[in-house]
């Protein structure tokens, strides 16, 4: 992901071949509109199944929201900063939040743990 917005960015600046900025810059950048919804969804349904509707709901809100945003602000933004910024600034916005997920790893099964007598999990 991280990989994938610094390609595409400083490829679309600087005039690099087409094939990269494609197959290498949107690939690697798709991560973040195509698997990380999918981890999340993944991870309502093993842990909150009950809740797992309303947790789909938001992944889906959340990514639509995105690319609404994307696709609404990029071309103004590039025309007037170029590339490098608006790339950087949704690949920082990216991490950001992904970064959340280390969280979820060492304290996943702890807030869990908190959470295993509300109705969440009663179904």
């Known amino acids: 992901m991280i990989l994938g917005n610094f390609v ?3 490829g679309l600046q600087h005039l690099w071949d087409w094939r ?12 973040q509109i195509a698997a990380l919804p999918s981890i999340a969804a993944t991870y ?26 994307v696709s609404q602000f990029i071309t103004p933004w590039v ?9 950087m ?10 970064s959340c997920g280390v969280i979820f790893w060492f304290y996943g099964k702890r807030f869990r743990k908190w959470t295993a007598k509300s109705s969440v999990h009663r179904m």
């Open 89 to 98: 600034t949704n690949m920082s916005l990216a991490v950001l939040w992904c």
């Open 44 to 69: 309502a349904v093993d842990s909150y199944k009950p809740a797992a509707g309303s947790i789909f709901i938001l992944v889906t809100v959340n990514k639509n929201l995105w690319g609404y945003g």
């Open 20 to 31: 990269v900025v494609v197959i290498i810059g949107f690939t690697c950048a798709g991560i």
């Open 79 to 87: 025309e007037k900063a170029g590339y490098v910024p608006p790339f």
């Open 8 to 10: 595409v960015a400083f």
